[in-house]
């Protein structure tokens, strides 16, 4: 008899991630189709089912031989239900019932949970976390995600936001809009797009020089790639940006770390890419404002997982909450 798998699917606005994966959490296919978010993304469970068939049929493995399928969604989910709440960009506006249609278009068992939860657990599980059970994962990408596992198993809130961490306000009273309503989120500064604002703000004055600078009078534009590429050559712009991202960061950290007292703190996401000359300085703040037992026994590392995090999380939703049930 075949071994059992499960799959994992991690959908984002652009394209769906999509694996088989084992009981061990290890990835043995993966791909990735378009996301179709035209006519109010009600092609989109169609779409992943059809794939998921082909694919099924390509390896020689039938759904008896499945357990279920995982997915990370990009909103605030109803762990029971598998209801999302709202996720604009993929077209649904009012809670969307995912779980059911998602079974339907699969004949599979399904569970749905937030895409930054399911990273979370994806790390928890194979990755930086190494088996931690109380671990905070922060995703820096174009805005800043969260997911807190407490006792081995994510926490979710009363209406499943639990681990909204972006939208933390920061230190400055104001601060820049953010797309939630809000001015002064962490994700304002903390994200790709945040970073880029601050070096635009600065950049945009006319008096820098150095590489960044460079880049900007060239191009008109900088990235985040750009700013930290800068830094590594004590760019002085570069690193003015990485102090005011990781003063903010840090202090947003350690207030967490001060509340849940986690094993560690993992911090995924395109950001996170930048490596040490953002890391060091995030844990200097860290250290510099958590309470001092928190600072002691909180390890702040990056992600290891990469892409993959999302669908072995999602996977591993699959094997804890239908395997078991």
């Not at 969604?73 to 969307?96: C, H, K, M, Q």
């Not at 979710?156 to 009273?173: K, N, P, Q, V, W």
């Not at 960044?212 to 590429?229: M, Q, R, S, Y």
Request: charged share 20%.
């Amino acid at each position: 008899m075949a071994e059992k798998w499960l799959i994992g699917v991690d959908l984002g606005g652009t394209t769906t991630k999509l694996a088989f994966i084992n009981l061990y959490g290890e990835v043995l296919h993966k791909w990735e189709i378009p996301t179709d978010v035209s006519n109010e993304g009600k092609n989109i469970t169609v779409n992943i089912a059809k794939s998921i068939d082909a694919k099924l049929e390509e390896h020689g493995h039938s759904k008896s031989e499945v357990v279920g399928i995982g997915m990370g969604a990009p909103g605030p989910v109803d762990l029971t239900s598998g209801v999302i709440f709202e996720a604009v960009n993929l077209g649904w506006r009012e809670p969307y019932p995912l779980k059911d249609l998602l079974e339907v278009e699969t004949s599979l068992p399904a569970v749905i949970d937030n895409d930054a939860n399911c990273a979370a657990l994806g790390e928890m599980w194979k990755g930086a976390g190494n088996g931690a059970k109380d671990l905070v994962c922060v995703t820096l990408g174009t805005g800043v995600g969260g997911g807190v596992i407490a006792n081995g198993d994510i926490v979710h809130g009363m209406s499943g936001a639990a681990g909204e961490i972006g939208h933390i306000t920061s230190l400055a009273e104001g601060g820049a809009p953010c797309n939630c309503g809000k001015t002064g989120c962490l994700e304002t500064i903390a994200s790709a797009t945040g970073i880029v604002r601050l070096g635009n703000e600065i950049l945009s004055k006319g008096s820098a020089d150095g590489d960044l600078a460079a880049v900007f009078n060239e191009t008109g534009h900088i990235t985040a790639k750009d700013v930290f590429d800068a830094a590594k050559r004590n760019d002085e712009t570069a690193l003015r940006v990485i102090d005011t991202v990781s003063l903010h960061l840090g202090i947003a950290l350690a207030n967490i770390a001060n509340t849940l007292n986690p094993e560690k703190i993992v911090l995924g996401g395109g950001v996170s890419k930048a490596g040490e000359i953002l890391l060091n300085p995030v844990k200097e703040q860290f250290l510099r404002n958590s309470f001092p037992r928190v600072a002691q026994s909180t390890e702040i590392s990056i992600a290891t997982l990469g892409n993959d995090a999302g669908v072995i999380g999602a996977a591993w939703l699959v094997k804890n909450k239908i395997g078991k049930s």
